[in-house]
Every structure is written in C-alpha cells, then in structure tokens.
C-alpha cells in the first residue's frame, strides 16, 4: 500500500523566483499579470539572479530558500546574502532616510 499521492493538488497559480548559482531561492513573487512579472524579472536580473518559473500546486514541498539552505560553495552568491543576513542593516541603500527634514 503506497500513501504516496500520484494526484497533484489544486494548481495555485504561476510562481516567479530568483535563485543563486546554485539554485536556492532569494526572491519569489507570484504572477500577477505581465507588467507585475516583467518588473520583477527586471529586479531580480539586476540584482544578479537567474529567473526560474515554476508552476505551484497545492501540497508541494517548499522550495529551497537561500538562508533555510546552507550552501558550502563559498564562491556561490549564497555566501553574500548570508553576511547580509548578519550584518546591521546600516547604510543600506533601500533603507530610508530617516526623519531628517530641515525646517528652516
Ligand atoms: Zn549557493
């Protein structure tokens, strides 16, 4: 007797991510429609990631992401986020500004 299922459960819609060289994932976006996905394929290229799309049903494992994955490359892009996942987040440039408005 096999409780393995062979059904898929129900499809949940088209999934964007971007993934390191080694194929963890960084960022993840579901598709909402062609401008949403070409703005976020955009972010993730420049941001160095390759794009994967991936079909999503319900029941699927999870998929890997960099950070719950360790990854033993120390060349792979995993290692950069890791330090920015330690770091203090001070001085990074998507950060705001802070409350420095001058009332003169
Ligand atoms: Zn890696």
Same mark, same amino acid.
């Given at each position: 007797m096999?409780?393995?299922?062979t059904?898929?459960?129900?499809?949940?819609?088209r999934?964007?991510?971007?993934?390191?060289?080694?194929?963890l994932?960084?960022m993840?976006?579901w598709?909402?429609?062609?401008?949403?996905?070409?703005?976020f394929i955009?972010?993730?290229?420049?941001?160095?990631?390759?794009? #994967?799309?991936?079909?999503?049903?319900?029941?699927?494992?999870?998929? &890997?992401?960099? =950070?719950n %994955? *360790?990854?033993?490359?120390?060349?792979?892009?995993?290692?950069?986020?890791? #330090?920015?996942?330690?770091?203090?987040?001070?001085?990074s440039?998507? &950060?705001?500004? =802070?409350? %420095? *408005?001058?009332?003169?």
């Open positions: 096999s409780t393995e299922k059904e898929r459960g129900k499809h949940m819609g999934m964007d991510m971007g993934v390191t060289d080694c194929g994932i960084v993840a976006a598709d909402d429609g062609p401008a949403d996905r070409e703005a955009r972010k993730l290229r420049k941001a160095g990631y390759v794009h #994967r799309k991936q079909e999503r049903y319900e029941g699927d494992p999870m998929p &890997e992401w960099a =950070g %994955s *360790h990854c033993d490359n120390e060349d792979c892009q995993c290692h950069a986020l890791y #330090r920015r996942f330690t770091a203090p987040a001070i001085g440039p998507d &950060e705001p500004q =802070g409350d %420095s *408005h001058v009332l003169d």
